[in-house]
C-alpha cells in the first residue's frame, strides 16, 4: 500500500518555465490537496479537490493551476515559474465524511526550486 | 476562519521532558491534530484530541486542551534524539481542510 506518491522529488526550473507536479493516491480517498510549505509560515493550502470532477482554490492559489484527472490523481501545474515558488509541495488525501477524520495523508513531498 | 500559531523553536536534552504550545482561534474544530515531520519526509499523523476531552495519552506523548483559552500543548515524555522533528497542531477549517501552524522546531541534544 502506496498510500499518497508524488512525482518528482526533486525539480529545478529557471524563471519563466513550467512544470507539473505529479500526485496519486490508491486509498481510494475523495478529497485531495495541494500545500506549499515555506520557513516559517507552516503548510499553506493551493488548491483541493473535494470530489472528482470539482477543484476550489485554497489560501494561496495565484500562480498555480490544477487538474483531477480521475479519483486518484490531482496534477499541480505552474504555468510560468517565478522564484517566489522555491518551495516544498506536498499532496494530500482524505475521507470525504467531512467530520475532519480521519485526518490528512501526505505524499513525501516534491522539492521545487526556481532560479 | 481558523488561525493557527505555535513557537517556532524549542531545544531540550535527552531524558528531559518536551512542551510544544499551540494556540487557535476556531473553537469549532472537532478534533486537533499533531503532525510530525522528520527531515526530508512529509507529514504524519502524531496524535489528536476530539474537542470534548481535556487530555489524551498516548505513550510518552500527552495532549492538553484548555478549550476556554484555546491552547493546545504537546508533552513527551523522557524525549529522544529520534525525536528530533518540526511538529505541527492543526486545526480544521470549513469542508474539511486543515490549517496549520507555522510549526515548532525540536532538537534534542544528547
Known amino acids: 500500500n502506496a498510500g499518497v506518491t508524488q512525482t518528482p522529488k526533486f525539480q529545478v526550473l529557471k524563471t519563466g518555465q513550467s512544470m507539473t507536479l505529479q500526485c496519486a493516491q490508491d486509498m481510494n480517498h475523495n478529497s485531495m490537496y495541494w500545500y506549499r510549505q515555506d520557513p516559517g509560515m507552516g503548510l499553506r493550502l493551493i488548491y483541493y479537490s473535494a470530489s472528482e470532477g470539482t477543484t476550489d482554490k485554497g489560501e494561496v492559489p495565484n500562480g498555480y493551476n490544477v487538474s483531477r484527472l480521475n479519483k486518484r490523481e490531482f496534477s499541480l501545474r505552474l504555468e510560468s515559474a517565478a522564484p517566489s515558488q522555491t518551495s516544498v509541495y506536498f499532496c494530500a488525501s482524505s475521507s470525504p465524511t467531512g467530520t475532519g477524520w480521519p485526518p490528512l495523508h501526505f505524499g513525501n513531498g516534491t522539492r521545487l526550486t526556481v532560479t | 476562519g481558523e488561525d493557527v500559531e505555535q513557537s517556532l523553536f524549542l531545544s531540550v536534552r535527552e531524558g528531559d521532558s518536551s512542551v510544544i504550545n499551540c494556540t487557535y482561534t476556531d473553537s469549532s474544530s472537532t478534533y486537533l491534530y499533531w503532525y510530525k515531520q522528520e527531515p526530508g519526509a512529509g507529514l504524519q499523523l502524531l496524535t489528536y484530541?476530539?474537542?470534548?476531552?481535556d487530555m489524551k495519552q498516548d505513550q510518552r506523548l500527552t495532549v492538553l486542551l484548555n478549550k476556554k483559552d484555546k491552547h493546545l500543548s504537546l508533552r513527551i515524555a523522557d524525549t529522544q534524539t529520534g525525536d528530533s522533528a518540526i511538529y505541527f497542531c492543526a486545526g480544521e477549517s470549513y469542508g474539511n481542510k486543515l490549517v496549520f501552524g507555522a510549526g515548532t522546531i525540536l532538537r534534542v541534544k544528547s
Open positions: 484530541i476530539f474537542s470534548n476531552m
